[in-house]
T-cell receptor, first 115, second 112 residues
């Protein structure tokens, strides 16, 4: 069974540009989560999808971040326009069942650097 | 607010035992999870404690004391491959939703 995949693995962009991160969850996992880790600090929750619906987006930093999950399969996280403080590692995770789970399967992350 | 504290770094030798502590302050607490992350890799689920006591899974054990808002991960018979970052994460009901709230991670270095 394939794990959670994320693309790209690394992205370097200039301040003001747009970047789109993609996450493919484990097949059949209805729950999909986005997290961010900045500069060795804690892994911070961004949002949670159940199928194509945003269940909880309380962790999204501001309206420069837009997450979508059309069709309830893969998800994208767009940052537009990017700022320096958006640099960090963005993780995606997925889990089984119809609601939140403490056992989540993470992808390897996308390292975003904004210069 | 919600907060978790765990040591930033721990060093140990092969074959030894190491304990990584985690204290938390959170409302809506319902359990404590541990995740392992090797450099450049994906965080991987290790354990979950919803009730007080010790849960053992092979060389790894996890403990929770809800009354003390404290837990730990115990790694026995350390191997070089155990060198990684270990995150405690509180499962909590916060802001109307269930979520995982992570600590900053403990970097474990295992030496020969």
């Amino acid at each position: 069974e394939a794990g959670v995949t994320q693309f790209p693995s690394h992205s370097v962009i200039e301040k003001g540009q747009t970047v789109t991160l993609r996450c493919d969850p484990i097949s059949g996992h209805d729950n999909l989560y986005w997290y961010r880790r900045v500069m060795g600090k804690e892994i911070k929750f961004l949002l949670h999808f159940v199928k194509e619906s945003k269940q909880d987006e309380s962790g999204m930093p501001n309206n420069r971040f837009l997450a979508e999950r059309t069709g309830g399969t893969y998800s994208t996280l767009k940052v537009q326009p990017a700022e320096l403080e958006d640099s960090g590692v963005y993780f995606c995770a997925s889990s089984q069942g119809s609601s939140f789970s403490y056992e989540q399967y993470f992808g390897p992350g996308t390292r975003l650097t904004v210069t | 607010g919600q907060s978790l504290e765990q040591p930033s770094e721990v060093t140990a030798v092969e074959g030894a035992i190491v304990q990584i502590n985690c204290t938390y302050q959170t409302s809506g607490f319902y359990g404590l999870s541990w995740y392992q992350q090797h450099d450049g890799g994906a965080p991987t689920f290790l354990s979950y404690n919803a009730l007080d006591g010790l849960e053992e899974t092979g060389r790894f054990s996890s403990f929770l004391s809800r009354s003390d808002s404290y837990g730990y991960l115990l790694l026995q018979e350390l191997q070089m491959k155990d060198s990684a970052s270990y995150f405690c994460a509180v499962g909590a009901f916060s802001g109307g939703y269930n979520k995982l709230i992570f600590g900053a991670g403990t970097r474990l270095a295992v030496h020969p």
